[in-house]
């Protein structure tokens, strides 16, 4: 979410009565640019998850520090006039149209609207206050009555005004002004006709016939404050009195603000803490109200006069929110007002100058300031006035204002490094000039830049000679110069220094002009030495020796080193560490052992320890988008000094925590789609929410997490079934947040599917079957009938052609021609009617297996050999009467069969024939042998009988073999392969 940020940069205020580090200056604003349904806010709360409420006349809002969500439709009416937190997890809001009650744990609401007087039901639902009193019962207060609602959300009873609808059309109704819940149980009530206490003993409303005199004419005057205390502003009384629940004075003090415009009935009091108490004032602007121990008060000054305000909260955080009449939400966090900056203002335009800060230093109560361009300024610290000064009579005015830095020599005297050299000043007498021309100083010492200057143990001040002429000493009690040429041997090794560290053994230790080199020199031998030059190390700048074995190192590329003196071992912390800007320009530590860090992208702390950064910006009270000049620290008042471009600042490194608070993380939505499943996930943090980084992991399927920086939505696709819990937190100090799910497998995966599966093939199986069974069953029914119908009508037919030719024949014996004829019919329909009886049978459903095939074989074998006078032998096994042949490999059997006996009587003149039947494996052998004159296969080949007994054998795969040789017999032999 995008931050509108305000800097307030407010001149000190010297009190006697509050400090000036306790006035706010720091100001973030959350309005409609960051998604505020309106910048008018009239209610504010926070429930106990730490989610900020906030009401507008155009519907309730919840932010949780980075996203804002939006709440109307649930709710009675968008007009939101007061909201309240519960205990137990509630949120009590009053709208314009009826109350609502919210679940914060369950995310329900639930709505409340009254029809206890129809003619009046829009004031009595127009509710306008909220209270909770000390035994948990909800206190709603409409124009027109006050509801009291148990702990349970449930209606206890209703006390009603002396209204009319005739009064309602008359005037403004205004039952109650004020409720102020006592420790008791009772309730102080403000009504239309004056003050009133409801009795919680007495279960009944009390209306005073003369109030006790701590209670005021106007209800405006009169706040609660915490558990048992009351503020009030007596009228005509320039005091604020601090009050028991019984009226007792506690405590008071100074109040000018007593008068219009800045009390009349508007103002509002709101308790930030123990100790503070915010007075919003009548018109604009607020006081703060401290509560000493001791009971004594004090008052700060008023302000920001340009705001309106209407109520105020103090989060769980420490932050305030104040609720604006028209400029939405600021925010004051404690967090964010460690910083206390100073514009610089140039005498001549009247604006901030417009080069960066440089240098810092103090001497007694002032503050000097030196600037890249604009000279230096002179600061009083308690009053906060400023002057500006430049350098003149230099021969070149313009570069002598460029002043890169500045050191302390002597009470009152600053020596300053310019651009064009060095020059002293005097703070007492306002004089400069240039140094005198002392034993050995340089001729260089006035003509180039002095690129750093720094005071050793010893009172030695070392200077850096910028274009590359080295370094120069100088030691003030002798008025000596030492001077070491740079990049010479003799002298200091490398260009010049940038900045100079001293370590507890009194070395010095110099990082360099565009070099990863450092620079030692021994305080023994007065020797320099190079250090360094290590790998993926960039160019180095600050320097910080905290002790005798660790070096602290700013490089611009890698971020802070550290350099082990001793081992000489080097470690890097840079980005993964959380440092964002790697370019460090100064290092300092503080009481606490951290280290703060000068960087381009604003100022930096390392905890040593933690081996963590933090960092501050501009969003986070930085009154400069990043500092430009090196750290000055005042071990008076332990604060540290800096400056940027046109202004500079202060802090107290002590102050500032960097312990960051536990940020709790919920689930703010889930939605699954068969294995597709979105998460939305967001942790509260009121203070910094946009910063907030998150890890997650998705348990039931891996178990590591998985570091998701900003991201506050999960997206997982094409989940595998099973149960899975997802896992969330944010990733500093934050407890886990935990939604379980199921993933339910797909009907296709389920054991349910595949036995369906196997249902549905056993069922098509079955159908097959049945309908396979069924054409089988056509088929042998259709053979039946016409073997039936062949035997009965054709078959009888020819039986009478063949009874009625022969009895012809009988008749006309002696008439040789007509008996003749006669004889050849009925030779022919004796032939017909054994081919009809041969179709019949092959056809005949009730013969397909060779047991009841094979006899009618051998019958008709039997009966054509004897008739020839050839004996014969069959030999048939067992298994193959149980063979199944269908038709047409039954028919093609039996006509090779047939015609192999056929042939035999006919050419054989045989005395004796064998034929067999046997298996061999699957296959089945008819085997048709006799004992006549054989022939020769070659010439017999061309006779049609054996070429279709070949043809029927090749059609079905089947082979086929005869074997003869004259006088030596024939031998038939048909090998069918059975599937």
């Not at 940020?5 to 706010?24: C, E, K, N, R, Y």
């Not at 102080?188 to 701590?214: E, K, N, V």
């Not at 600037?371 to 003149?392: A, I, K, N, V």
């Not at 500045?406 to 050299?421: E, H, N, P």
């Amino acid at each position: 979410m995008r931050k509108c940020i305000v800097i307030a940069l407010v001149l000190l205020i010297s009190s006697t009565t509050t400090g000036a580090q306790d006035i706010p200056h720091f100001v973030e604003k959350l309005t409609t640019a960051e998604g505020l349904s309106s910048n008018v806010i009239t209610a504010l709360a926070q429930d106990d998850n730490g989610f900020l409420w906030i009401g507008t006349p155009d519907g309730l809002n919840r932010y949780d520090g980075t996203e804002i969500v939006h709440y109307t439709n649930t709710l009675p009416h968008s007009y939101i006039n007061c909201l309240l937190k519960l205990p137990g997890n509630g949120l009590a809001i009053g709208t314009q149209a009826g109350l609502s009650f919210y679940n914060t744990a369950t995310g329900v609401f639930q709505n409340f609207y009254s029809h206890h007087q129809p003619s009046l039901d829009d004031y009595n639902n127009t509710i306008i206050a909220l209270a909770v009193d000390a035994r948990g019962n909800c206190w709603a207060a409409s124009k027109n009555c006050i509801y009291i609602f148990t702990p349970q959300h449930r209606l206890k009873k209703i006390l009603s005004s002396s209204f009319t609808a005739m009064t309602a059309a008359r005037e403004r109704l205004s039952f109650v002004e004020k409720m102020l819940p006592l420790s008791d149980g009772d309730v102080l009530l403000y009504l239309h006709d004056g003050w009133a206490m409801y009795s919680a003993t007495a279960d009944r409303l009390i209306h005073y016939q003369r109030p006790p005199a701590f209670l005021p004419t106007a209800a405006g005057r009169l706040f609660k404050i915490g558990d048992r205390h009351l503020l009030s502003i007596p009228k005509g009384k320039d005091s604020l009195l601090l009050l028991d629940e019984h009226g007792r004075e506690e405590s008071s003090c100074f109040f000018p603000y007593n008068k219009y415009p800045y009390i009349s009935w508007a103002q509002q009091a709101v308790a930030l803490d123990a100790g503070r108490v915010l007075l919003l004032l009548h018109n604009f602007g607020f006081l703060i109200l401290s509560l000493h121990r001791g009971e004594t008060m004090s008052l700060s000054p008023l302000l920001f006069e340009d705001s309106e305000y209407k109520t105020a909260l103090c989060d769980l955080q420490g932050s305030w929110w104040l609720a604006t009449t028209r400029e939405g939400l600021q925010k004051i966090s404690a967090g964010h007002q460690y910083f206390t900056g100073t514009p610089l203002i140039d005498r001549q335009t009247g604006r901030p100058v417009r080069y960066e800060v440089t240098s810092c230093n103090r001497l007694d109560s002032t503050l000097w300031v030196f600037t890249y361009g604009d000279g230096f300024f002179e600061m009083d610290l308690p009053s906060g006035r400023q002057r500006q000064h430049r350098l003149t009579h230099t021969g070149n005015d313009i570069w002598a204002n460029f002043i890169w830095n500045s050191s302390r020599q002597g009470k009152d005297t600053l020596f300053l490094g310019t651009q064009i050299g060095l020059f002293w000043y005097s703070t007492r007498t306002g004089k400069s000039g240039r140094l005198s021309a002392y034993r050995g100083k340089p001729r260089i010492l006035d003509t180039v830049a002095i690129t750093t200057q720094f005071l050793d143990s010893h009172g030695l001040l070392w200077m850096g000679l910028g274009k590359g002429k080295g370094l120069c000493t100088y030691e003030r009690s002798t008025h000596r110069f030492d001077w070491y040429p740079g990049n010479s041997p003799s002298g200091y090794p490398l260009r010049y220094p940038t900045d100079i560290a001293e370590d507890p053994q009194g070395d010095l230790w110099f990082t360099n002009d565009a070099s990863n080199l450092l620079v030692r020199w021994h305080r023994r031998s007065r020797q320099f030495e190079t250090v360094g030059g290590w790998k993926k190390v960039g160019p180095l700048k600050g320097i910080c020796c905290p002790s005798d074995s660790i070096l602290w190192i700013g490089d611009i590329t890698c971020g802070l080193l550290k350099y082990n003196l001793r081992n000489h071992h080097l470690c890097y912390y840079g980005h993964e560490q959380g440092l964002v800007n790697c370019h460090i320009s100064d290092i300092r530590e503080d009481e606490r052992k951290r280290l703060w860090l000068v960087t381009e992208g604003g100022l930096a702390c390392f905890d040593p320890c933690t081996k963590t950064f933090t960092n501050y910006t501009t969003k986070d009270g930085l009154p400069v988008p990043y500092p430009t000049s090196d750290f000055f620290y005042d071990s008076r008042d332990r604060r540290l000094y800096s400056g940027g471009h046109g202004a500079c600042f202060f802090f107290n490194p002590g102050a500032i925590l960097d312990h960051p608070a536990r940020k709790n993380t919920f689930i703010t939505a889930f939605n699954a789609r068969q294995n597709n499943v979105t998460i939305q996930y967001a942790a509260v943090d009121l203070l910094d929410g946009p910063s907030t980084n998150y890890a997650y992991r998705l348990v039931g399927a891996d178990t590591a997490w998985i570091m998701v920086g900003r991201q506050r939505q999960i997206n997982f696709s094409r989940l595998p079934p099973g149960r899975y819990t997802f896992q969330v937190h944010a990733t500093v100090n934050g407890p886990i947040a935990a939604v379980s799910f199921r993933i339910a497998p797909r009907f296709t995966q389920t054991t349910g599917f595949y036995a369906l599966l196997l249902l549905v093939f056993a069922i098509g199986v079955g159908a097959l079957y049945r309908y396979r069974q069924k054409q089988v069953n056509q088929t042998l029914q259709i053979r039946g009938e016409i073997s039936r119908n062949l035997h009965d009508e054709v078959g009888a037919g020819l039986t009478n052609i063949s009874l009625s030719s022969l009895l012809a024949q009988r008749q006309l014996q002696g008439e040789g021609t007509v008996s003749h004829i006669l004889e050849r019919i009925y030779e022919d329909s004796q032939r017909v009617s054994e081919a009809m009886r041969e179709i019949v049978w092959s056809i005949n459903p009730n013969i397909d297996t060779l047991g009841e095939a094979v006899p009618r074989m051998i019958q008709y074998a039997a009966h054509l050999l004897e008739a020839n006078n050839i004996e014969l032998q069959a030999e048939i096994v067992p298994e193959v009467e149980k063979l199944r042949l269908n038709m047409k490999q039954r028919r093609d059997v039996y006509l090779i069969f047939k015609e192999a006996i056929h042939n035999m009587v006919r050419h054989s003149k045989a005395t004796k024939a064998i034929v067999q039947f046997y298996l061999s494996g699957k296959t089945l052998l008819m085997k048709i042998s006799d004992d006549g004159n054989g022939f020769d296969t070659c010439v017999a080949a061309a006779g049609n009988g054996l070429r279709n007994m070949q043809e029927r054998a090749r059609q079905h795969r089947w082979k086929l073999e005869i074997r003869s040789l004259p006088q030596h017999g024939t031998t038939v032999v048909l090998n069918t392969t059975l599937t």
